[in-house]
């Protein structure tokens, strides 16, 4: 629970952060780094979500093993 809590906050201020910069930013310097205006606080909320689901990979790949149930299948 507290997990998914973390990960909404996480989501919501990256999407903020996405936002503050849309709006200080001029649509020169955008275009200068590279940054498509209408889709750049989707884009950023589709990254986080993408390392949150890789952080959960890694962690589903190193869980541990009962030696006691090796060969029980």
Same mark, same amino acid.
């Given at each position: 629970?507290?997990?998914? $809590?973390?990960?909404?906050?996480?989501?919501?201020?990256?999407?903020?952060?996405?936002?503050?910069?849309?709006?200080?930013?001029?649509?020169?310097?955008?275009?200068? $780094?590279?940054?498509?205006?209408?889709?750049? $606080?989707? %884009?950023? $909320?589709?990254?986080?979500?993408?390392?949150? %689901?890789?952080?959960?990979?890694?962690?589903?790949?190193?869980?541990?093993?009962?030696?006691?149930?090796?060969?029980?299948?």
């Amino acid at each position: 629970m507290f997990k998914s $809590i973390y990960r909404a906050i996480a989501i919501a201020q990256a999407a903020s952060a996405a936002n503050r910069l849309l709006q200080f930013s001029s649509p020169r310097m955008l275009e200068d $780094i590279g940054i498509v205006k209408e889709t750049f $606080i989707a %884009d950023t $909320i589709a990254k986080v979500q993408a390392e949150f %689901d890789a952080e959960d990979a890694a962690k589903a790949k190193a869980a541990p093993v009962n030696a006691n149930l090796v060969g029980a299948v």
